[in-house]
């Protein structure tokens, strides 16, 4: 399941360069409070997807004369598509019930001198909202959540500005020749990795065209039929040199479509950004200048910066601009990505960033404990993120960084990001894309 991009569950992530540091709190520190940003849970493909087209499209074959399948294949003579759309499966209601019981009990006593009720913001997507109240009930308690805090959902659609959902305000992030440059450079690697499946499988089934991207929708298959069902007959067709092929597709994807390899990624990142550094100072945003929402973070009833949890949830396409946005240059230390081979140490691991329920957590921290917060340190889905990318940030062993100077350098890094430019200019892609920090090269 390691091998399924953002299509597989989180798991704990044991390093990103920083071996020796742990998600605990280090000793002598003491937390003084959390921004959580997560990801929904797993979900259903979405509707008109790759997966459903197979699906259509074998059940149609079935049906005809002269379609026959064989040995490995044979299931597909009575397999059946059983998925959904769009919405949460009961494993992912259960991942993100779970990871609010989790964070209640690492995070929760934050809470015993907060006299307000919290606000936690999400979309208005049918499965962010019940991805934000699976995680509020795991946290505060089914009989008394619904009480216990606010639950903000902002509209997801396009044009309203929106820092959980921005690509609907940045247009060049849906065009083909930039927003989709990761499909047109993970088609490059499918063609490659997948070539020697098509030749195993093909004579294996008559009167349907076992195509490249037929084959990516298999091994897609597999991942959603898993977090639906709980087993998949697809999974045993490939190779494990085959699925370690198609977790660096979905790398490359993501690398070049929403990462550090798209000039619109850092740009996508940025409203996020600021509302972070709004929340770190306590200073209301005065500058409108990309996919924040003035009406809403102009209020301190839709926009609290009291707060000591702050949680929001989110898209994987959407957390891995954040983390561009932010800088963490330890996850794009081995790029660009070639497309013509995996290469051998890589930095750049979608399952390690923006998997099912991923969580980005930033842990405000005072070293040592007191009521005043002098440090901050990132954990992605438990591993210490190094901070080093960031000007003003030293190396630390573990990944802390005096808040002072991390504010500073988020606003060095806002003022970089040319969100007009990036997200509205005509421009092309540069040829080749040796982009590296998600904007279009100065």
Request: glycine share 8%; charged share 15%; proline share 6%.
């Amino acid at each position: 399941m390691r091998h399924w991009g953002n299509l597989g569950p989180m798991y704990s992530v044991e390093s990103f360069g920083l071996p020796g540091a742990s998600p605990v709190i280090p000793e002598g520190c003491g937390i003084n409070a959390v921004h959580l940003l997560m990801r929904h849970g797993a979900r259903y493909p979405t509707s008109g997807s790759g997966v459903s087209d197979f699906a259509s499209d074998i059940h149609a074959a079935a049906s005809d004369e002269g379609f026959s399948v064989t040995g490995d294949l044979e299931f597909l003579a009575t397999w059946t598509y059983k998925l959904g759309a769009e919405i949460l499966t009961p494993f992912g209601r259960d991942s993100l019930f779970s990871n609010g019981v989790a964070f209640r009990y690492r995070y929760g006593e934050l809470l015993n001198a907060f006299t307000d009720l919290p606000v936690f913001r999400t979309t208005s997507e049918d499965r962010m909202v019940d991805s934000a109240l699976n995680f509020a009930a795991g946290f505060f308690g089914l009989r008394t959540y619904e009480t216990d805090y606010h639950q903000e959902i902002i509209i997801e659609e396009n044009n309203f500005n929106n820092t959980l959902a921005p690509y609907d305000v940045c247009p060049n992030s849906n065009t083909a020749d930039i927003g989709n440059f990761g499909g047109t450079q993970g088609n490059k690697w499918a063609d490659i990795y997948l070539k020697d499946a098509r030749k195993r499988l093909q004579p294996m089934i008559k009167g349907f065209n076992l195509t490249i991207s037929r084959l990516v929708d298999m091994q897609e298959m597999c991942a959603y039929e898993t977090v639906a069902l709980g087993y998949s007959k697809f999974c045993d067709l490939f190779t494990e040199k085959e699925w370690e092929g198609y977790e660096y597709y979905v790398d490359l994807n993501f690398w070049y479509s929403d990462g550090p390899g798209n000039p619109a990624a850092a740009a996508q990142g940025l409203g996020y950004v600021q509302e972070l550094v709004s929340r770190l100072t306590h200073t209301p945003i005065n500058v409108w200048n990309s996919s924040t929402n003035s009406t809403l973070d102009s209020s301190n009833i839709t926009f609290p910066l009291n707060q000591p949890i702050y949680v929001d949830a989110s898209h994987d396409t959407v957390i891995s601009s954040i983390v561009t946005a932010l800088n963490f240059t330890s996850l794009a230390a081995t790029g660009p990505l070639p497309t013509d081979h995996i290469p051998h140490h890589r930095s750049y691991i979608v399952s390690q960033i923006a998997p099912f329920s991923s969580q980005l957590v930033a842990q405000v921290l005072s070293c040592p404990a007191s009521e005043e917060p002098t440090h901050i340190r990132f954990l992605l889905n438990d591993g210490v993120v190094p901070l080093t990318g960031i000007h003003g940030c030293t190396e630390d062993s573990n990944g802390l960084c005096a808040l002072p100077s991390f504010i500073s350098g988020m606003h060095e890094r806002i003022g970089e990001i040319d969100y007009a430019h990036d997200c509205f200019a005509n421009y092309t892609m540069p040829n080749p894309d040796n982009i590296i920090d998600g904007r279009y090269p100065s």
